[in-house]
């Protein structure tokens, strides 16, 4: 113990206690002897109660401390013979050799070990292989074989490896054997447990089966049908029965329209025994089958027998039995009623609902018994349903289409008018009270339109909307085809393209009337999505870009004429007057022929505002011609009146073609007729003026401008002026009246 540690031990009582320098006294000693005997007791009974509670550790440490002596006795003795060999020999060469066998000492016990865990393993492997195969339950052998699947066979390698041992792949092998006498025998369990009848329609299902199998020894149905599901050969051995269930049970309930599905359960000394018999048996009472529900009911019946007593309620079974037999059941239904009850008529579309409705039921019911999964994936019969429909409604298109296309490729518009019927071809237009001339082609045209329409208010949504689209494509396809079929005779003045103009107007006024005449007859969910009145406008412009057309090429070719008369100058001259003449005749001419075209083709009141917009640029161009000669002689005064008189008398009969006539009363070119025709074409009043004022003396001219005449007629000061400048000589009055005529506001 230290100085200082010994110091504490005493009391602290005299000032010089802490002084390590201070020598101590007796009794200080005996103090100390003292103290020091008591701790050091009281050190020796902690020890001893230490050593008391922990006996057991102090023991084993006790004990590895004397074995790690001893290691280090027989690893130093070890040792000393390693290094014998080099006592003798001062060469450090033998030091690589020795330690180089004992590397190759070591590897080798590695890989006997390894040998000896694989040999373990094997061991094993093949006692659990025995185990299984004299195991009796199958569930028991299967669940064996399961069991030992991922020790023999690696997924990642689909098979035996080369670099296995020859005994793993016997292993395997005799693996592989064992399953398959476990699912070839359990199969013929589960076979051996049914019997069909050799003439069909009926079947014996039995609890346990009639013989016994070298691997099965019999076992139950369910149990056999257990233990291929553990072994995932379920399908292996539901395949014969699914077969057999289709050729003896399903083919005869769906191709036989009068048959029954009878179920019969019989119990024979237990459930173990129970026998269940299913038959398809005729049935004298014939029921109405045209929505299938017959049909699908004696499936359905079918497949419940099999869910019970086949499958015993198992939906993993059930779904099993369904993979195997789903595709052939869809397949005949299909076969022998589905695709004999597609209709051909629209008419009957509403009557095969009653079939969709029915087929969308009975797959809702094979669902409900999970004998269909919930995802709709295996729906074919749904689905064939209604591609019946879709197919059905897009056939209906096409054949509409090409109905449309040749009537109106064939159709012979160079002669629309040599028809027998003439009659049939003017119609009323739906919001004018007019008539007018259509084609015979927008006629069936608009019949194909009409029946596609009526057979979408007679069918579902789904076709309906087809039939529309087949209305709507009718309609353009007049659109499309005409204008470029017509070309040439729109680009010229023709009858047909007055036709073409009123097929446009027709059908523009029939498609605004389409949507008040059908609408509320089509189903509820197409009355706001299928409109026509998109397209009114689109035919109501076409007729309008068809008829300016015409318009603008009959002023051309009228106004052509026109110009051979070079400005009517010098008619008192001969030649030149009977040039001017024959101008005026050519033009009276080309608008009598255009009169005889529009007024038996176009709506009157179109005929009327055409006619006149024509007429107007006519007598225009005329008057602007002669109020721009410089210098009439007076006998050329009475050439060019001549010349007024013979037009407004040569289209006497096309001006009382545009005079309303209301009464039926024969038309007569009276004061009145005038009248209203100077208020349909306003330039005409003014080329009837013109004659007047060319006969007319200086002062007459002068009051009738003052008094507004001429001005109500069309004509402006500086007309007025530059007539009297050509017609009358330089002169005071001349020139007085031109101030007045210049002076007087218009």
């Known amino acids: 113990m230290a100085a200082d540690d010994v110091r504490e031990l005493l009391l602290s009582t005299t000032a010089d206690a802490s002084d390590p320098s201070t020598p101590l006294s007796a009794p200080d000693l005996r103090l100390l ?9 009281r050190l020796h009974a902690s020890a001893l109660s230490f050593a008391a509670s922990h006996r057991g550790a102090l023991a084993s440490s006790l004990a590895r401390a004397a074995s790690t002596a001893d290691s280090a006795a027989s690893l130093e003795s070890s040792l000393d013979s390693a290094l014998a060999p080099l006592a003798s020999s001062p060469d450090l060469s033998d030091l690589k050799a020795l330690a180089d066998r004992l590397l190759a ?13 694989a040999a373990s393993t094997i061991a094993s492997l093949a006692a659990r292989l025995r185990e299984a195969r004299a195991a009796t339950n199958p569930l028991d052998t299967a669940a064996a074989a399961v069991e030992l699947k991922p020790l023999l066979i690696d997924p990642e390698r689909s098979g035996s490896g080369q670099d296995d041992p020859v005994v793993f792949g016997l292993l395997r092998s005799d693996w592989e054997q064992l399953v398959d006498e476990l699912q070839v025998g359990l199969a013929k369990n589960v076979e051996e447990c049914m019997e069909f009848a050799v003439e069909g329609g009926k079947v014996v299902v039995s609890a346990t089966p009639r013989g016994s199998s070298s691997r099965t020894h019999g076992v139950e149905l369910p149990v056999a049908l257990q233990a291929l599901e553990t072994i995932d050969a379920l399908d292996y051995g539901m395949a014969k029965i699914a077969d057999l269930m289709i050729k003896h049970i399903l083919v005869p309930a769906i191709s036989k329209i009068d048959v029954a599905v009878s179920v019969e359960v019989l119990e024979e000394g237990g459930p173990k025994h129970s026998v269940s018999v299913l038959s398809v048996v005729p049935s004298e009472e014939l029921k109405d089958n045209k929505d299938c529900s017959n049909l699908y009911s004696r499936i359905i019946d079918v497949i419940k027998f099999v869910r019970k007593f086949i499958c015993t309620e198992n939906s993993k079974w059930v779904q099993s039995f369904a993979k195997l037999t789903w595709p052939r059941i869809s397949d005949l239904v299909i076969t022998h009623f589905l695709s004999k009850a597609v209709p051909n008529e629209a008419s009957k579309l509403i009557e095969f609902q009653d079939v969709v409705r029915s087929t969308a039921e009975f ?38 289409l090409v109905k449309a296309r040749n009537i109106l490729v064939q159709y012979d518009y160079d002669n629309p008018l040599e028809s027998g019927n003439r009659g049939d071809s003017v119609v009323d237009l739906l919001f004018l009270p007019e008539k007018c001339f259509t084609s015979k082609s927008a006629l069936l045209l608009m019949e194909l339109v009409h029946g596609a329409l009526k057979d979408a208010s007679l069918s579902s949504a789904r076709v309906a909307k087809e039939f529309c689209f087949a209305a709507r494509d009718v309609l353009l396809l007049y659109k499309a085809i005409v204008p470029v079929q017509l ?44 409109v026509f009145v998109d397209l009114a406008p689109i035919f109501s412009q076409m007729a309008e870009v068809v ?7 009959a002023i051309d070719t009228i106004s052509e004429a026109i110009d051979g008369a070079d400005g009517f100058q010098n008619t008192h001259q001969p030649q030149h007057y009977e040039s001017a003449k024959f101008c005026i005749e050519q033009a009276v001419f080309i608008l009598e022929k255009i009169r005889i075209m529009w007024e038996s083709i176009l709506p009157k009141s179109t005929y009327r505002k055409s006619m006149c917009h024509v007429l107007g640029s006519v007598f225009s161009r005329i008057t602007r011609d002669m109020l721009l000669i410089d210098d009439m002689a007076a006998e050329e005064t009475l050439q060019l009146q001549g010349l007024v008189h013979l037009a407004l008398e040569n289209l006497s009969s096309l001006f009382l073609s545009l005079v309303e006539n209301d009464d039926g009363s024969t038309k007569f070119l009276d004061h009145d007729t005038w009248i209203q025709l100077d208020g349909t074409v306003p330039s005409l009043k003014k080329f009837r003026k013109l004659a007047e004022l060319l006969d007319m003396s200086l002062k007459s001219i002068t009051a009738a401008w003052e008094s507004g005449d001429l001005v109500s007629c069309g004509f402006t000061s500086s007309e007025v002026q530059n007539f009297v400048k050509a017609i009358f000589a330089d002169s005071p009055l001349r020139k007085e009246c031109l101030g007045w005529i210049a002076r007087t506001p218009t």
């Open 363 to 400: 797959e809702n019911v094979l669902r409900s018994m999970m004998f269909l999964l919930p995802d709709r994936k295996d729906g074919k019969l749904t689905q064939f349903v209604d591609d019946v429909e879709v197919h059905f409604a897009v056939r209906k298109r096409s054949e509409i």
């Open 487 to 530: 070309e040439k005779q729109l680009d010229s003045i023709s009858q047909v393209a007055a036709i073409v103009h009123n097929d446009f107007y027709h059908l523009s006024q029939e498609i605004i009337g389409l949507a008040f005449q059908y609408r509320a007859d089509f189903p509820i969910d197409l009355q706001k999505q299928v």
């Open 33 to 41: 002897i003292d103290r020091l005997r008591l701790r050091s007791d």
């Open 105 to 117: 000492a070591r590897q080798e016990l590695a890989e006997r070990q390894e040998h000896l865990a």
């Open 547 to 553: 008829l300016r057309r015409q318009i603008q090429l």
